[in-house]
Nanobody, 120 residues
C-alpha cells in the first residue's frame, strides 16, 4: 500500500485547511485510514481515523473542529480542519492499516508527512 498526501501549508489561526490522501497498491485490504500528526520532540499522535465501514474516531483535540471522510471507491481519505490553532502546527501523516493473520497485529503504512504551520 502506498499513500500520497497533499494539502498542507501555512494557515492563519482560525482558518481552515483540507488534507487529502490517496491510497494505491493493495487497496482492497485496507481497513482503517486516518491522519496522525507529529511535532519535534513528541510522539506521533492520532488525529482522526475511519474504518472501511465508516466508524470514526477523533482525538479529543480534533473533536468539533476536524472532520474526516473517506471514499472507498476512490481510495481517498480527507481531513477537513476548521478553527485551526497554533497548537495544531505539526507534520501530518496519512496512515492506513491492513489485517494481519494474528488478530492482535496489523500491517501499517504511512505517507510522507505534510507540514501544517498555523500562525497566530
Amino acid at each position: 500500500v502506498q499513500l500520497q498526501a497533499c494539502g498542507g501549508g501555512l494557515v492563519q489561526a482560525g482558518g481552515s485547511l483540507r488534507l487529502s490522501c490517496v491510497a494505491s497498491g493493495s487497496i482492497f485490504s485496507i481497513n482503517v485510514m486516518g491522519w496522525y500528526r507529529q511535532v519535534p520532540g513528541k510522539q506521533r499522535e492520532l488525529v482522526a481515523e475511519i474504518t472501511r465501514d465508516g466508524r470514526i474516531n477523533y482525538a479529543d483535540s480534533a473533536k468539533g473542529r476536524f472532520t474526516i471522510s473517506r471514499d472507498n471507491a476512490k481510495n481517498t481519505v480527507d481531513l477537513r480542519m476548521n478553527s485551526l490553532k497554533p497548537e495544531d502546527t505539526a507534520v501530518y501523516y496519512c496512515h492506513a492499516d491492513t489485517p494481519h493473520s494474528d488478530a492482535d497485529f496489523r500491517y501499517e503504512y504511512w505517507g510522507h508527512g505534510t507540514g501544517v504551520p498555523v500562525s497566530s
